[in-house]
C-alpha cells in the first residue's frame, strides 16, 4: 500500500466509524394525547380572529381607526398578536353589541384593545405609549 492510499483509508475508517455509532443512536419522538377542549379553544380562537379581522377591515371601522393613528397593517398585526383567550373575549363582546349598533363605540372598544395590547407590550402601534415589559 502506498502512503497516500494508507492515509486515505484511515480517514474513511475514522469517516464509517463515526457513521456507524450515529446510527447507533436510538432516535426517539414523544407524542401525546391532545385534549379536546384545548382543540375547540383554539378552533373557536381562530373563528374569533376572522370576526376580529372583518369588523377591522369594515370601512368605517378603518376610518375610524386611521383618524386615531391606527392603520390597517397596524390592526391586522395586532389581532395576530392577541392570545386565544384575548380573541374569546374580544369576539364575545363583539357578539354582545346590539346589531346596526354604534359603530363609533364599536371603533373605540376596538382603538381601547389595540391601546391596552400596545401598554402590555404585545406590539408597538401607538407612539405615545410606554410598554410595560
Same mark, same amino acid.
Given at each position: 500500500m502506498t *502512503?497516500?492510499? #494508507?492515509?486515505f483509508m484511515r480517514w474513511a475508517s475514522r469517516v464509517m466509524i463515526v457513521? *456507524? #455509532?450515529c446510527m447507533a443512536m436510538?432516535?426517539?419522538? #414523544?407524542?401525546?394525547?391532545?385534549?379536546?377542549? &384545548?382543540?375547540?379553544d383554539h378552533a373557536l380562537?381562530?373563528?374569533?380572529r376572522v370576526k376580529i379581522m372583518a369588523l377591522v377591515n369594515r370601512d368605517d371601522v378603518r376610518t375610524q381607526l386611521e383618524a386615531r393613528?391606527?392603520?390597517?397593517?397596524?390592526?391586522?398585526?395586532?389581532?395576530?398578536?392577541?392570545t386565544d383567550d384575548e380573541v374569546l373575549l374580544i369576539a364575545g363582546k363583539i357578539d354582545q353589541l346590539p346589531a346596526g349598533g354604534d !359603530? !363609533?363605540?364599536?371603533? &373605540?372598544? &376596538?382603538?381601547?384593545?389595540?391601546? &391596552?395590547?400596545? !401598554?402590555?407590550g404585545y406590539t408597538k402601534v401607538f407612539p405615545f405609549t410606554r410598554s410595560m415589559r
Open positions: *502512503m497516500q492510499n #494508507s492515509s457513521l *456507524m #455509532s436510538p432516535l426517539t419522538a #414523544s407524542a401525546s394525547m391532545v385534549q379536546t377542549d &384545548v382543540v375547540v380562537a381562530e373563528q374569533g393613528g391606527v392603520t390597517g397593517e397596524q390592526a391586522q398585526a395586532r389581532v395576530d398578536a392577541l !359603530i !363609533i363605540g364599536t371603533a &373605540v372598544f &376596538v382603538f381601547l384593545v389595540l391601546l &391596552v395590547t400596545d !401598554i402590555l
